[in-house]
Each structure stands twice: as structure tokens, then as C-alpha cells.
């Protein structure tokens, strides 16, 4: 036949056109005419269904996330592939790197449709013996993801004495991770209990031992701050603090803890002020001392309470 253009080629599931036909003359009177096919790639879809990405997404880089991180499209997967090679990283399961998140919920695995009827097992995840893993179809897979209002939660108290209330309560799926309250950071400090140094969970033997950041929720869990609670120390200090200014400043050489309330002194002279352009003023009127941890100002011979390390800065005026 030298007609080639009503060779029509086989249609093959899952393969597309690869080239032209390229004839080949074995004799005078015969040619073999070869049709060549690619497999068709295609794209896999993960609908974080109400919550969010917060990985790369696959490690070969061929992920993109869209819809404010709550689509990730993996594209380029060839037909006939395992989808668990993308979605889980070759068998494994999924880390919680490419888990979607949803605060106050908890994952509960993908299904392969918008009404969430049919799960989808990942390798490793239940799937039946002799139940083949997912192919990649001759056309897009799509997956949504599965969500149970979260079941756990963490109660965080200020102190470990029975009947306190908790100060926070905060919601979790399983397998989430543990976000503490802002409003509670190292060296902050409250009246009556100290300078705050960390939260801890109390073991079966009644110790208090130090909760990491970041750490995986398997089931509900309360938390109590650690505070230190003696050996402050209140620092005067003058407006300047230069050599001239701060010998003036007076100097308390007691040691509190948190039950205690430190007498403030009075300065020992009249404050000099020398400020940034060198000038030098002589006569400052002296009105209190500030508290730089809470900003609060406390005149001489008034008490402050002792929840911490104070410094007590002079507040002068011209």
C-alpha cells in the first residue's frame, strides 16, 4: 500500500499517538508500516476538602498547590502507575508533611469521591490481600479528603492545684500537633506566680516532666505551667545609665521570691541627663521608677510585686 495516510492506528487504553507511521522496505512490493504510542500522563488531584497543605508536596518536585494550599495536583503520572507512589511516597504512609490539616479536625484518610462513600487505601493501610493498589486511569484522579470534628484536646492550667480552671482549651484532631498559647512564652511574668519557663505534663508517677512543641497528639492532654519562684533581684537603673547618671541609682541587695513585695527605694541624688547630642542637663526632676517587664510605675517607698527579675528604670523630666 503506498497510500500511507488511510493507515488508521490501534486505539490501545491508556496510550496516545507517539509519531508519524515510519515505513520500512523490506522488498520492492512490501513495507511494514510501524505506528509508535506513548503512555498518557496524567494528573493526580488532592482536595484538602475544607482544610490545607502545608508541604512541598511530592519530593520529585512535580506538585503545585493552588486555592489557598487547599489543592495539590500532581502532574505528569503516567498511565498504569501506582497512585500510592505519588500520594504516599512509594508504600509508605503518608507523613504529615503532605497530610493536609485542618485545626479542630482530624484526617481521616481519602476517598475517591466528592460524597465521600468510597475510601481509598493506601499501600499498607488495610488494603485486602490480593486487592491491587490504585492505577492512574486514562484520565485524571481525584481524591477528597475525609474530616471528623476533633475528639482530643489540650487543657493548659497555671498552676497544678486541684480545682484551678483551665486557662485555655484548645481542640485537635489525632496525630495533630500542639500549638501553645501565645500569651505565654519564657521569661514571661505574672503577679503571684513567677517568671514562666515552660509547660509540662504530669507522668502516672506525679512528675512534671517538659512538653515539647510540636509534639504529635495521640489522645487528650492537660498541661501546667513551670514557673520559677525565688532569688529575684530588683536592678535601678538611670535614665542613661551613663558612669555620672547611674550613681544615683540606689542599690537593693535582697533577694525575693514570688510571695514576697519589694520595697522601692528612693534615688540617692539628683538625676544628670545627658542625652544624645551630648548636652547635658543637671537639674531632672524625678517622678518614678517603671517597671520594664510590665510598663507599671511605682514611686519610692511604695511595694511591687515580686513575679520575676525587676528593672526599674528613673522616669525624669526637664
Same mark, same amino acid.
Given at each position: 500500500?503506498?497510500?500511507?495516510?488511510?493507515?488508521? #492506528?490501534? *486505539?490501545?487504553?491508556?496510550?496516545?499517538?507517539?509519531?508519524?507511521?515510519?515505513?520500512?522496505? @523490506?522488498?520492492?512490493?512490501?513495507?511494514?508500516?510501524?505506528?509508535? @504510542?506513548?503512555?498518557?500522563?496524567?494528573n493526580?488531584?488532592? &482536595?484538602?476538602?475544607?482544610?490545607?497543605?502545608?508541604?512541598s508536596?511530592?519530593?520529585?518536585?512535580?506538585? *503545585?498547590?493552588?486555592?489557598? &494550599? *487547599?489543592?495539590?495536583?500532581?502532574?505528569?503520572?503516567?498511565?498504569g502507575?501506582?497512585?500510592?507512589?505519588?500520594v504516599?511516597?512509594?508504600?509508605?504512609?503518608?507523613?504529615?508533611?503532605?497530610?493536609?490539616?485542618r485545626?479542630?479536625?482530624?484526617?481521616?484518610?481519602?476517598?475517591?469521591? =466528592?460524597?465521600?462513600?468510597?475510601?481509598?487505601?493506601?499501600?499498607?493501610?488495610?488494603?485486602? *490481600?490480593g486487592?491491587?493498589?490504585?492505577?492512574? #486511569?486514562?484520565?485524571?484522579?481525584?481524591?477528597?479528603?475525609?474530616?471528623?470534628?476533633?475528639?482530643?484536646?489540650?487543657?493548659?492550667?497555671?498552676?497544678?492545684? =486541684?480545682?484551678?480552671?483551665?486557662?485555655?482549651?484548645?481542640?485537635?484532631?489525632k496525630g495533630?500537633?500542639?500549638?501553645f #498559647?501565645?500569651?505565654?512564652?519564657?521569661?514571661?511574668?505574672?503577679?503571684?506566680?513567677?517568671?514562666?519557663?515552660?509547660?509540662?505534663y504530669?507522668s502516672? =508517677?506525679?512528675?512534671?516532666?517538659?512538653?515539647?512543641?510540636?509534639?504529635?497528639?495521640?489522645?487528650?492532654?492537660k498541661?501546667?505551667?513551670?514557673?520559677?519562684?525565688?532569688?529575684?533581684?530588683?536592678t535601678?537603673?538611670?535614665?542613661?545609665?551613663?558612669?555620672?547618671?547611674?550613681? @544615683?541609682? #540606689?542599690?537593693?541587695?535582697?533577694?525575693?521570691?514570688?510571695?514576697?513585695?519589694?520595697?522601692?527605694?528612693?534615688?540617692t541624688?539628683?538625676?544628670? @541627663?545627658?542625652?544624645?547630642?551630648?548636652?547635658i542637663? &543637671?537639674?531632672?526632676?524625678?517622678?518614678?521608677?517603671?517597671?520594664?517587664?510590665?510598663?507599671?510605675?511605682?514611686?519610692?517607698?511604695?511595694?511591687?510585686?515580686?513575679?520575676?527579675h525587676?528593672?526599674?528604670?528613673?522616669?525624669?523630666?526637664?
Amino acid at each position: 500500500m503506498s497510500d500511507t495516510s488511510r493507515l488508521t #492506528p490501534k *486505539s490501545i487504553t491508556g496510550m496516545g499517538p507517539g509519531r508519524e507511521p515510519y515505513g520500512v522496505t @523490506y522488498t520492492s512490493a512490501h513495507t511494514d508500516h510501524n505506528f509508535y @504510542y506513548l503512555r498518557l500522563r496524567k494528573n493526580i488531584i488532592l &482536595n484538602a476538602n475544607g482544610g490545607a497543605f502545608t508541604g512541598s508536596g511530592h519530593d520529585d518536585g512535580d506538585a *503545585s498547590l493552588s486555592g489557598a &494550599n *487547599s489543592i495539590k495536583t500532581i502532574s505528569g503520572v503516567m498511565y498504569g502507575e501506582k497512585v500510592s507512589f505519588y500520594v504516599d511516597n512509594e508504600g509508605n504512609h503518608l507523613s504529615d508533611a503532605k497530610n493536609p490539616v485542618r485545626p479542630g479536625y482530624e484526617f481521616l484518610g481519602w476517598f475517591t469521591d =466528592a460524597d465521600l462513600t468510597t475510601a481509598y487505601k493506601l499501600a499498607g493501610e488495610g488494603v485486602a *490481600s490480593g486487592q491491587a493498589d490504585m492505577t492512574v #486511569p486514562d484520565s485524571d484522579v481525584e481524591l477528597w479528603a475525609k474530616w471528623q470534628a476533633a475528639s482530643i484536646q489540650v487543657e493548659y492550667y497555671l498552676t497544678a492545684v =486541684a480545682g484551678d480552671e483551665a486557662v485555655e482549651t484548645q481542640p485537635y484532631g489525632k496525630g495533630d500537633y500542639v500549638v501553645f #498559647p501565645g500569651d505565654y512564652v519564657a521569661g514571661t511574668q505574672i503577679d503571684g506566680l513567677g517568671t514562666f519557663r515552660y509547660w509540662a505534663y504530669r507522668s502516672a =508517677a506525679g512528675k512534671f516532666i517538659k512538653y515539647n512543641a510540636g509534639s504529635r497528639l495521640d489522645d487528650s492532654l492537660k498541661l501546667y505551667a513551670m514557673w520559677d519562684t525565688d532569688s529575684f533581684r530588683v536592678t535601678y537603673i538611670a535614665p542613661d545609665a551613663t558612669a555620672e547618671t547611674q550613681k @544615683y541609682s #540606689p542599690t537593693d541587695d535582697l533577694s525575693y521570691d514570688v510571695t514576697a513585695e519589694a520595697n522601692i527605694f528612693a534615688p540617692t541624688g539628683t538625676f544628670v @541627663y545627658q542625652d544624645d547630642n551630648g548636652t547635658i542637663n &543637671n537639674d531632672m526632676i524625678f517622678y518614678g521608677w517603671r517597671d520594664e517587664s510590665t510598663g507599671k510605675t511605682y514611686l519610692p517607698g511604695s511595694s511591687m510585686p515580686m513575679s520575676g527579675h525587676k528593672t526599674l528604670v528613673a522616669m525624669v523630666q526637664a
